[in-house]
């Protein structure tokens, strides 16, 4: 620790000195380390050899003395003992001596000093001479002849070898200090080769320090390390001359680009057409340019330093300023439309961009540019103001178009309405044609008046789906059910098919459905000369609650060419404009069924092929309701008879019109010319025994509106209120959800629809149960008919989509469906299985279905019996029914196939099986014809009805002539065979009198009695007679069915 | 000093001197190769009364001096003790004690005697007592004569004497 710590403190000491200082240390302590360090080797081996060396003359003086005392100590001589140990005083040092006998016994003593001590000698030891306490101590053993002859002493003191240390210690102290002392002299002399060209760089690099002049140059005298150092100083003072040099240059060339760039920005700044200013992080105007001096027409010399917000923020903005300089701070870059003041105080319109400006990491302020955007604004008020009245103008328009399309119905209501009454009296021809003219063009005005409403409503968003449950199926077939006679009209086959995974029942707007239904089919046949129009449904994906619908529509007409589909959704667009004249239309069709199926979740598409045919497609996402929803029960029309309904409305034709359709089904209405009348009565009735079932109540009324009136009536009758139907020829947005909360059975829109109307209350009596539904007290035909499966039907048909749908709706009704799909194939099947029923389709391959028939026919005359055959046509052309009847067929329908006619036929031919039954006969007016059942049997078609009258009636004469002549014949056979065909002719009519009477004759006919037969002829004639007169009305389409119908009420 | 009656002690210490005295005398080699039957042996022969006994051979038999092997010889007369080295008068022989040390005259057989005049007779070494301590007297004529050569280191413990008959006899 020690000695580190001293050379510690050494160098330490070194440190701080010159180096002349730090040289001289060095030499000396090295000097002086080495003399130190040989002279005390020197002298440590110099005492070593002299101790060594006296030990050995002790040694020796020991063993001569005591040879010499031999003969003393052998005869004991004691006295020439201590003379021969006085001998020993030529030694100085030695201070004691003694003699010991072989015993140990001391014979002779010895001391140098004699007065000084006296000696007593220690006993005797071994042989040996050896240092002991600051002296030499000797024993010696004396022998002779082998045996111990007594043993010597000597001491010795070290006088002689201290003293010799002394002296060479001294000695050292010399040799050191003369070695020293010429130390100093020579390396002072020496060191000042290294120290004094080290202390000349010290010295010039101090000048250059404090000059900087880099000039300087050292002259190296020698080629040592210090030399070398010299040269490398040198060359970097060259160096560092270069260097300043250098960045001499480069400063004055970046002074000079910096100038450059300095003025191209100031020059980028001051051209800048947008006022540009900078402030400092207070705020305060650091620098601007000429555009802001001229926005603001300050100088900048004068605004310099001054607060930006307090000098163009005016008073009633200094808030949004002072918000833009918070933000700004915060590090938000703003932008904004806003005004800024000018040193004169006017005003100026800016948009202003600011953004906090950071220098490197400094936020050194803020940077703001003002865009004079004045004219701008002026331009953006002009263009506002012209919106504005252009809106205006078209809220104007759409106003006068709600009001126009209500003042247009109101009259329209009149035209259709009066026109319908007027169809209904006694008529010349020309004037029922003319009439009927009337009538299609205010139905054609009318859908055209619809389609802009419509259109009108969905632009402006006031348009609302009417969501209940319904029956897909049926609603489908009620809409298809018209068409079908314009597609027949054209020749053309019109079918549809529902998927079975498509759910029975539905929760939607099934009025808007069949919209867009009626328009694509209604397009398709439009544009379809040839060929058929499909339309099919599919279940695209169904969840518990809802299923997606894929409706198509498929036709083989003009097609669509490519780059016109996009188009044909758009408003007032077609396909081409050219055919629009050809065509018609309003060309709204397909938007308002586009936004229709938007409004149902869907999209609608087209894909076609020009000249080849169009499909569309749409879908539609629609409610499955609850398991719990049970459909209501059909009801028949006849249900309605005699229930007492109240018609509220204040225009007189209007409650005409509709007391009259009232009538036509049988209902017992009464008019109310207000609200207050309408109350009246209903509190007249309230208390008798027939009260108000039923109340059609006019929306725009003066004084008491309907919604009010129905709330009224609600309040005041409550649970014997009568089912309400509220109608309005105009519908606002939220009028159904109104109606639905007002707790009306139902909302229509004017000019009603008969069977619009009718269903509408036929639904509504059915849910409130204010009538019996059929079901329950009348045996309803799909009743008799679903149990009444395992009957065995054979169905000719070549077209595969009619072969399924019937199929499938045979099926579904329990009958077991044979398929042929062609005559050859229906006349085998015919031989080979066994038949209760054949469904002919006339037109077939290879052996067509009026040859199959008459095939069939000619195998019966000889095995007797008579398969009920009902032929299936598209063709109602007058001769097709003759044709059929005349093969042999005995009865038929027309194409497409509907589920009511379909199962009616079969029905109608199975009949005869249970003939007996009496629960039949029962329900059968005996007298009188049904024109529900009879309507419901076309379908409602009365034109249709008029040409099978007329057809019935011109065939008659022809008939009755072939019995009478035939039982004048006595040809049993033969009448029989009329009588069928007949019986099959009258059926259409209902099985009523003439239909019994028939049947009676032919089943006479068929037992061979003839004068029976006979007689039997003048019942069915005198039925025929008064069939004929029931048909009377139908013999012209509509007006005289009304009027019979209202006699017949009457 | 006839009739002395000398303690244990005395001859004790007389005879240890005895066998230290052959120590100290070199006895010539020629003549000793030529004496017969001493060979490698040292005879002490004690001649006449021996005032020794035991303390003789305690002290001598078994300490061989310079190889030789000490032997203790007894005898009355001269004639019975053979070859002696070294011989011990006893005061018994008084009477006869010049005639034989004329007798051993010019022998080298070293003599040792007690009496008052012994060495003055020609006896080589004589015991001298002085209270408790025996000192003695070397008589060199005598030693000469017998060709015995006495080391330095032995007289100078003694007293030497001359008998001047080696001048006489020599």
Same mark, same amino acid.
């Given at each position: 620790m020690a000695p580190a710590s001293a050379a510690d403190e050494m160098k330490r000491s070194l440190d701080h000195q010159s180096i002349r200082g730090k040289l001289t240390r060095i030499i000396l302590i090295s000097c002086g380390i080495a003399v130190v360090s040989a002279c005390v080797i020197f002298a440590a081996y110099d005492i070593r050899v002299t101790r060594q060396s006296r030990l050995r003359t002790v040694a020796t003086l020991a063993e001569i003395t005591g040879t010499n005392s031999i003969a003393a100590l052998s005869f004991r001589d004691e006295q020439s003992g201590r003379e021969i140990l006085r001998s020993l005083r !030529?030694?100085?040092?030695?201070?004691?001596?003694?003699?010991?006998?072989?015993?140990?016994?001391?014979?002779?003593?010895?001391?140098?000093?004699?007065?000084?001590?006296?000696?007593?000698?220690?006993?005797?030891?071994?042989?040996?001479?050896?240092?002991?306490?600051?002296?030499?101590?000797?024993?010696?053993?004396?022998?002779?002849?082998?045996?111990?002859?007594?043993?010597?002493?000597?001491?010795?003191?070290?006088?002689?070898?201290?003293?010799?240390?002394?002296?060479? $210690?001294?000695?050292?102290?010399?040799?050191? @200090?003369?070695?020293?002392?010429?130390?100093?002299?020579?390396?002072?002399?020496?060191?000042?080769?290294?120290?004094?060209? &080290?202390?000349?760089?010290?010295?010039?690099?101090?000048?250059? =320090?404090?000059?900087?002049?880099?000039?300087?140059?050292?002259?190296?005298?020698?080629?040592?390390?210090?030399?070398?150092l010299y040269e490398q100083f040198n060359?970097?003072?060259?160096? &560092?001359?270069?260097?300043?040099?250098?960045?001499?240059?480069?400063?004055?060339?970046?002074?000079? #680009?910096?100038?450059?760039?300095?003025?191209?920005?100031?020059?980028?700044?001051?051209?800048?057409?947008?006022?540009?200013?900078?402030?400092?992080?207070?705020?305060?105007? %650091?620098?601007?340019?000429?555009?802001?001096?001229?926005?603001?027409?300050?100088?900048?010399d004068e605004i310099a330093g001054t607060d930006l917000d307090s000098l163009i923020a005016p008073p009633e903005l200094s808030e949004e300023a002072a918000d833009f300089t918070r933000r700004s701070d915060a590090g938000e870059s703003i932008q904004k439309v806003t005004k800024r003041r000018r040193k004169d105080g006017s005003m100026v319109d800016v948009e202003l961009y600011g953004t906090p400006m950071h220098v490197g990491n400094e936020h050194a302020g803020g940077l703001i540019i003002y865009h004079d955007i004045s004219e701008r604004k002026q331009t953006e008020e002009a263009l506002l103001s012209a919106k504005e009245t252009a809106e205006e103008a078209n809220r104007a328009k759409s106003e006068f178009l709600a009001n126009m399309s209500h003042e247009i119905r109101t009259p329209m209501n009149g035209i259709l309405g009066m026109t319908q009454l007027t169809l209904e009296t006694p008529l010349t021809g020309e004037q029922r044609e003319y009439l009927g003219m009337v009538k299609s063009s205010a139905d054609s005005l009318l859908t055209l008046l619809n389609d802009i409403l419509d259109f009108s409503k969905i632009e402006a968003g006031k348009f609302d789906l009417d969501l209940s449950p319904f029956a897909? #199926?049926?609603?489908?077939?009620?809409?298809?059910?018209?068409?079908?006679?314009?597609?027949?009209?054209?020749?053309?086959?019109?079918?549809?098919?529902?998927?079975?995974?498509?759910?029975?029942?539905?929760?939607?707007?099934?009025?808007?459905? #069949?919209?867009?239904?009626? *328009?694509?089919?209604?397009?398709?046949?439009?544009?379809?000369?040839?060929?058929?129009?499909?339309?099919?449904? *599919?279940?695209?994906?169904?969840?518990?609650?809802?299923?997606?619908?894929?409706?198509?529509?498929?036709?083989?007409?003009?097609?669509?060419?490519?780059?016109?589909?996009?188009?044909?959704?758009? $408003?007032?667009?077609?396909?081409?404009?050219?055919?629009?004249?050809?065509?018609?239309?309003?060309?709204?069709?397909?938007?308002?069924? %586009?936004?229709?199926?938007?409004?149902?979740?869907?999209? &609608?598409?087209?894909?076609?092929?020009?000249?080849?045919?169009?499909?569309?497609?749409?879908?539609?996402?629609?409610?499955?309701?609850?398991?719990?929803?049970?459909?209501?029960?059909?009801?028949?029309?006849? =249900?309605?008879?005699?229930?007492?309904?109240?018609?509220?409305?204040?225009?007189?034709?209007?409650?005409?019109?509709?007391? %009259?359709?009232? /009538?036509?089904?049988?209902?017992v209405p009464e008019?109310?010319?207000?609200?207050?009348?309408?109350?009246?009565?209903?509190?007249?009735?309230?208390? /008798?025994?027939?009260?108000?079932?039923?109340?059609?109540?006019?929306?725009?009324?003066?004084?008491?509106?309907?919604?009010?009136?129905?709330?009224?009536?609600?309040?005041?009758?409550?649970?014997?209120?009568?089912?309400? @139907?509220?109608?309005? /020829?105009?519908?606002?947005?939220?009028?159904?959800?109104?109606?639905?909360?007002?707790?009306?059975?139902?909302?229509?829109?004017?000019?009603?629809?008969?069977?619009?109307?009718?269903?509408?209350?036929?639904?509504?009596?059915?849910?409130?149960?204010?009538?019996?539904?059929?079901?329950?007290?009348?045996?309803?035909?799909?009743?008799?008919?679903?149990?009444?499966?395992?009957?065995?039907?054979?169905? !000719?048909?070549?077209?595969?989509?009619?072969r399924q749908l019937a199929t499938r709706l045979l099926e579904k009704r329990g009958y077991t469906v044979l398929i042929a799909k062609n005559g050859v194939e229906a006349v085998a099947a015919v031989e080979h299985e066994e038949i209760d029923l054949v469904l002919m389709d006339v037109q077939m391959p290879e052996m067509d279905g009026l040859e199959a028939i008459r095939s069939i026919r000619a195998t019966e005359k000889v095995s007797g019996r008579h398969?009920?055959?009902v032929s299936l046509t598209a063709h109602v052309m007058k001769g097709d029914r003759e044709k059929c009847i005349e093969a042999g067929a005995d009865d038929y329908i027309p194409k497409p196939i509907q589920a009511p006619s379909l199962f009616a036929a079969i029905e109608r031919m199975s009949i005869p099986k249970c003939d007996d039954e009496p629960s039949m006969s029962t329900d059968i007016p005996s007298d009188s014809l049904n024109t529900a059942e009879l309507l419901e049997q076309v379908q409602g078609d009365r034109e249709l009805l008029a040409e099978i009258v007329q057809l019935f009636e011109s065939g008659l004469p022809a008939i009755l002539q072939g019995l009478r002549e035939s039982i004048a014949r006595?040809?049993?056979?033969?009448?029989? #065979?009329?009588?069928?065909?007949?019986?099959?002719?009258?059926?259409?009519?209902?099985r009523r009198g003439a239909y019994r009477a028939v049947e009676q004759m032919e089943k006479l006919a068929k037992e061979g009695d003839i004068a029976e037969t006979a007689k039997a002829l003048v019942a069915v004639e005198s039925e025929l007679e008064s069939l004929l007169a029931a048909l009377e009305s139908f013999r012209t389409p509509a007006a005289e069915a009304v009027v019979a119908e209202k006699t017949a009420i009457q | 000093m006839p009739g002395r009656a000398q303690s244990p002690a005395i001859y004790r210490l007389e005879a240890e001197d005895m066998h230290h005295f052959a120590e100290f005398v070199e006895w010539p080699r020629s003549a000793n190769a030529v004496t017969k039957g001493t060979g490698d042996n040292i005879n002490f022969c004690v001649l006449g009364q021996d005032p020794f006994g035991v303390l003789l051979d305690a002290s001598i038999l078994g300490h061989p001096i310079d190889d030789r092997r000490p032997v203790v010889v007894r005898g009355k007369r001269l004639e019975d003790l053979g070859v002696c080295d070294v011989l011990f008068v006893s005061s018994s022989e008084t009477k006869r004690q010049l005639k034989i040390l004329n007798q051993l005259s010019h022998t080298r057989v070293l003599t040792v005697g007690e009496t008052g005049d012994f060495a003055a007779n020609g006896g080589i070494i004589q015991f001298v007592q002085e209270g408790d301590r025996v000192n003695f007297l070397i008589n060199v004529d005598a030693a000469g004569r017998a060709g015995l050569k006495i080391r330095a280191s032995l007289l100078a413990l003694a007293q030497v004497v001359h008998d001047g008959a080696g001048k006489r006899g020599g």
């Open positions: !030529a030694d100085k040092q030695l201070t004691h001596a003694a003699l010991y006998t072989p015993e140990g016994k001391v014979l002779a003593v010895y001391s140098r000093d004699p007065q000084a001590t006296v000696f007593a000698p220690p006993s005797t030891e071994t042989d040996g001479a050896d240092f002991v306490a600051g002296k030499i101590v000797a024993f010696h053993n004396i022998e002779l002849n082998g045996k111990p002859a007594g043993t010597i002493y000597l001491e010795s003191d070290l006088s002689m070898i201290v003293m010799r240390e002394e002296g060479l $210690a001294a000695m050292i102290g010399f040799g050191l @200090f003369v070695s020293l002392l010429l130390a100093a002299l020579v390396g002072s002399r020496m060191q000042s080769s290294i120290s004094e060209p &080290i202390l000349e760089l010290a010295r010039t690099a101090f000048a250059i =320090a404090v000059d900087k002049n880099y000039s300087v140059r050292m002259v190296s005298k020698s080629e040592d390390e210090i030399g070398f060359s970097m003072l060259a160096r &560092i001359q270069d260097r300043d040099r250098e960045l001499e240059q480069g400063r004055t060339e970046l002074e000079q #680009r910096v100038a450059e760039r300095t003025a191209y920005l100031k020059a980028l700044v001051e051209t800048s057409p947008m006022g540009i200013v900078t402030t400092d992080p207070q705020g305060r105007v %650091q620098v601007c340019n000429t555009a802001f001096e001229h926005l603001f027409q300050y100088v900048r897909l #199926r049926e609603t489908m077939g009620e809409a298809l059910k018209a068409l079908g006679h314009l597609a027949h009209r054209k020749g053309l086959e019109l079918a549809w098919q529902v998927d079975t995974a498509v759910p029975e029942w539905l929760v939607g707007d099934s009025g808007r459905l #069949r919209q867009i239904l009626v *328009n694509l089919v209604m397009n398709a046949i439009k544009f379809t000369e040839h060929g058929e129009v499909v339309v099919s449904v *599919n279940a695209e994906s169904r969840t518990s609650d809802n299923v997606e619908l894929h409706f198509s529509v498929r036709d083989t007409g003009i097609g669509i060419l490519p780059e016109k589909q996009r188009l044909i959704f758009a $408003a007032f667009t077609q396909a081409d404009n050219s055919t629009t004249r050809k065509y018609g239309g309003t060309g709204l069709g397909l938007s308002i069924s %586009q936004a229709l199926v938007k409004m149902m979740d869907g999209g &609608i598409s087209v894909e076609s092929e020009p000249r080849k045919g169009s499909i569309f497609h749409f879908t539609a996402r629609l409610s499955i309701p609850e398991s719990s929803f049970i459909p209501p029960p059909a009801i028949e029309p006849d =249900a309605l008879r005699g229930l007492p309904a109240l018609v509220v409305d204040d225009n007189q034709t209007n409650r005409l019109i509709l007391t %009259q359709l009232l /009538s036509q089904w049988g209902l008019q109310a010319a207000s609200g207050s009348e309408a109350l009246e009565l209903l509190a007249n009735t309230r208390r /008798s025994s027939a009260p108000f079932r039923l109340a059609l109540i006019d929306a725009d009324m003066p004084e008491m509106d309907g919604f009010a009136l129905a709330e009224r009536i609600k309040k005041t009758a409550e649970a014997s209120a009568p089912s309400m @139907f509220m109608l309005s /020829s105009t519908m606002q947005s939220g009028d159904i959800t109104r109606s639905r909360e007002a707790g009306l059975a139902g909302f229509l829109t004017k000019p009603v629809q008969p069977s619009e109307l009718l269903d509408a209350i036929l639904g509504a009596m059915s849910k409130t149960g204010r009538i019996p539904s059929v079901a329950e007290d009348v045996q309803s035909p799909r009743q008799v008919s679903s149990t009444g499966g395992g009957m065995r039907i054979l169905l !000719a048909e070549d077209n595969l989509v009619n398969l009920p055959i006595g040809d049993a056979p033969e009448i029989a #065979r009329i009588a069928h065909t007949l019986r099959g002719s009258v059926g259409n009519f209902g | -």
